[in-house]
């Protein structure tokens, strides 16, 4: 009971955070928000990128067997029929008799969701109250489970009728496939290489919620590695270690993640392997990523739809086959809460995130012993202003030292640099020209020279 409580006063914790600090604001809160849409900050946005870009850096930037797309969000609706999302992209969906609220349920007998159902009634509907006994007097006010398709409609051009019914993308991963042959003959890569894609998705989610880790409009980044399929087994175990070796990289604690193996009954009918990285949220253990062997069954079904020839000729055997397809997805909204989870820490009266360098919105602060000091605000702009060529930097001259301390605690950033009167050798020639330079892990300072800080920091920061 305790832990429950302690882990959920951690993500309110880091949902104060995050408003409170600029990572995450309520969507339209000006006009009472809109219920679960969030907007991302100005501190949110630089830690959004940060992910975004080291995932590029390292998976696209980095591998001679990778390119990236960038592809349109809406596509021909032929492109849904074929991957079959137009009849299966659904969730299981059932409605209180009472209200018609709905709620995603896989299974309607199992413990959670007995218990959704039983809170539901009894925080909702109290007259029902005294017959909440049984499972059968629970399941009797809400409707059987009917499936509720996912995908999000709108129309193209001015008229509002079915011929030009368009839907956003509820994933990204079908880009990768439909451009497969173009991406193929301009990039002139060879199988097996891999289309990496960042970008929007929007699904009609029954139950969105736990601030960003369900909501109906996200951002994914994904990978289609296309290879011969007697290479599967290898390259699948290749992307788990990838993906574990990012999560590391990015500061996910893997102590709080599990891999699930999914069963054949559970797996997309497709897929032959698919496993779920399910990582410990304040609010339960949840999906934070995937990888599955999804066959050639992407590539076979766009290849029959379109008409067009998605074969691959192997230049070296001169086989043709159709490639399968290895597919990594990371959820970015998901990624970020994860990364927020693991590094939030609280050290007697100091509250801080944990960031690696890489990732910190600020890489590093500047400050100004006192702000009305004219030689130390100069001497300082100086030092902002050089390594603000390299690096995102903050400038604090508020309060004192001690508030700016806590405040880069709070939004981890790594590093911050003090002028002081020192640093105008006021104390002597030995010490002019140094400045403090302050560790938000250990809040330990040493002394620098000016003219070694931009080696120092980059080197810490990578
Ligand atoms: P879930 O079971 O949680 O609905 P899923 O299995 O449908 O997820 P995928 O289709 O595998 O998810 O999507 C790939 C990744 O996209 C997920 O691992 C997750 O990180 C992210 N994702 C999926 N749906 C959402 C959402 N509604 N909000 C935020 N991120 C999402």
């Given at each position: 009971m305790e832990k429950k409580q302690e882990k959920s006063d951690l993500m309110e914790k880091i949902v104060s955070l995050c408003k409170r600090r600029g990572f995450v604001f309520p969507g339209s809160e000006i006009y009472g928000g809109l219920a679960n849409s969030w907007d991302y900050g100005p501190l949110g946005v630089e830690l959004k990128n940060n992910i975004k870009s080291y995932w590029w850096k390292k998976f696209v930037h980095q591998r001679d067997d990778m390119v990236g797309i960038d592809a349109a969000l809406i596509m021909n609706p032929k492109v849904w029929e074929a991957s079959g999302h137009l009849s299966n992209f659904s969730d299981p969906l059932i409605e209180c008799e009472k209200c018609h609220e709905r709620f995603r349920c896989d299974d309607p007998h199992s413990p959670e969701a007995t218990q959704e159902m039983f809170d539901h009634l009894t925080k909702k509907h109290s007259d029902v109250k005294h017959l909440v006994s049984s499972f059968k007097l629970i399941g009797e006010?809400?409707?059987?489970?009917?499936?509720?398709?996912?995908?999000?409609?709108?129309?193209?051009?001015?008229?509002?009728?079915?011929?030009?019914?368009?839907?956003?993308?509820?994933?990204?991963?079908?880009?990768?496939?439909?451009?497969?042959?173009?991406?193929?003959?301009?990039?002139?890569?060879?199988?097996?290489?891999?289309?990496?894609?960042?970008?929007?998705?929007?699904?009609?989610?029954?139950?969105?919620?736990?601030?960003?880790?369900?909501?109906?409009?996200?951002?994914?980044?994904?990978?289609?590695?296309?290879?011969?399929?007697?290479g599967w087994q290898e390259f699948f175990e290749h992307w788990k270690e990838q993906m574990n070796?990012?999560?590391?990289?990015?500061?996910?604690?893997?102590?709080?993640?599990?891999?699930?193996?999914?069963s054949e009954e559970d797996r997309a009918f497709y897929s032959k392997?698919?496993?779920?990285?399910?990582?410990?949220?304040?609010?339960?253990?949840?999906?934070?990523?995937?990888?599955?062997?999804?066959?050639?069954?992407?590539?076979?079904?766009?290849?029959?739809?379109?008409?067009?020839?998605?074969?691959?000729?192997?230049?070296?055997?001169?086989?043709?086959?159709?490639?399968?397809?290895?597919?990594?997805?990371?959820?970015?909204?998901?990624?970020?809460l994860a990364i927020l989870v693991s590094a939030y820490q609280e050290d007697g009266e100091r509250v801080y995130l944990k960031l690696k360098p890489s990732m910190a919105p600020y890489k590093v602060a500047v400050f100004p012993l006192l702000a009305n000091k004219p030689q130390l605000v100069e001497k300082a702009r100086e030092i902002y202003d050089l390594l603000r060529k390299d690096m995102n930097v903050a400038w604090d001259d508020r309060g004192n030292v001690g508030k700016r301390y806590y405040a880069q605690d709070e939004i981890g950033t790594?590093?911050?640099?003090?002028?002081?009167?020192?640093?105008?050798?006021?104390?002597?020639?030995?010490?002019?020209?140094?400045?403090?330079v302050r560790d938000r892990d250990t809040a330990k300072q040493e002394r620098m020279k000016i003219g070694e800080l931009k080696a120092y920091l980059k080197e810490k920061i990578g």
């Open positions: 006010n809400f409707t059987k489970p009917k499936q509720f398709n996912l995908m999000l409609k709108t129309f193209l051009g001015p008229a509002e009728e079915s011929v030009n019914t368009v839907y956003f993308r509820p994933e990204t991963a079908q880009a990768m496939f439909v451009d497969f042959k173009n991406v193929l003959t301009t990039s002139r890569k060879q199988v097996p290489f891999g289309i990496a894609q960042i970008g929007k998705a929007f699904r009609n989610e029954i139950t969105p919620g736990n601030f960003i880790f369900r909501t109906r409009e996200f951002e994914q980044m994904e990978i289609e590695y296309f290879i011969h399929e007697s070796e990012w999560m590391r990289e990015v500061g996910i604690n893997l102590d709080l993640v599990h891999e699930v193996e999914i392997r698919t496993i779920d990285f399910e990582f410990d949220f304040p609010f339960g253990q949840k999906e934070l990523f995937g990888l599955a062997y999804r066959t050639d069954y992407d590539l076979s079904r766009h290849q029959k739809e379109s008409g067009e020839n998605l074969a691959y000729k192997d230049p070296q055997t001169g086989e043709e086959f159709i490639p399968h397809v290895i597919e990594p997805t990371w959820g970015v909204d998901r990624a970020m790594p590093y911050c640099i003090t002028v002081d009167f020192d640093t105008l050798g006021e104390k002597g020639e030995e010490l002019k020209d140094t400045v403090t």
